[in-house]
């Protein structure tokens, strides 16, 4: 009988944890003259109720999945977003403060949406430059990578072998994608509200396997 040799279907190595990377569900809108709420420095709206929505389907999408723990950030978007997944698989999410949102310095509290929507000098400048630092105040792109990898890593090491959630944010995805592919450092940024990336990491070794899956959401 002839030997056969079938193609290749992915497996996590030995050793592995298989995380996915949820971006919160869509936030209240900024207001001019008016800012979020503030944790740490961050601004923090809670949900529009098309995120909640969107948490909804992420529920839907994975209350089936096996999943070892729930991960969210500090900034109560997360926790929004992560409850009714959390709620169907009875775990209790946990806090990496690591992956919190990129700190916008002066334009944080909901005005960099508001800059970016006029496209100011400076948000031209961090674009072009793929430097958050540009933004007056804000954290360094580099500073971001920083804390992001050793988040993710922190979470890899607690789940080898195991699939885990993450409920994080647009720019931290973007940042975890553009460091587990070498690509450029803006490459990945704005991953849908809802959307699901997936990261494989072995040791301090990343892996991309997906992102801005969003075949849940309508």
């Known amino acids: 009988m002839t030997r056969e040799y079938r193609q290749h279907v992915y497996r996590p190595p030995a050793g592995a944890a298989d995380i996915l990377l949820i971006r919160h569900g869509e936030s209240m809108p900024a207001r001019p003259g008016e800012s979020f709420p503030m944790t740490g420095g961050h601004g923090d709206p809670a949900l529009h109720e098309t995120g909640h929505a969107q948490a909804a389907a992420v529920a839907e999408r994975l209350q089936r999945a096996p999943l070892a723990a729930i991960y969210v950030t500090t900034l109560q978007r997360t926790h929004q977003t992560a409850a009714p997944l959390a709620a169907r698989l009875g775990l209790t999410p946990r806090v990496e403060s690591d992956l919190r949102e990129v700190h916008l310095g002066d334009w944080d509290g909901g005005l960099y949406r508001i800059k970016a ?7 031209q400048r961090a674009r072009e430059r793929r430097e958050w630092g540009e933004i007056p105040g804000a954290e360094t792109t580099a500073a971001l990578q920083t804390r992001v990898r050793a988040g ?5 090491a607690a789940h080898p072998d195991q699939l885990v959630a993450a409920v994080v944010h647009g720019g931290v995805i973007g940042a975890a994608m553009a ?6 450092a803006f490459a990945f940024n704005g991953a849908a509200n809802g959307s699901i990336s997936r990261l494989v990491i072995q040791g301090d070794r990343m892996t991309v396997r997906g992102f801005n899956d969003c075949a849940h959401l309508n």
Do not use: Q, V
């Open 117 to 123: 929507a006029e496209n100011d000098p400076a948000f």
């Open 152 to 156: 993710l890593l922190r979470i890899a």
């Open 179 to 184: 460091l587990a592919s070498g690509a450029d």
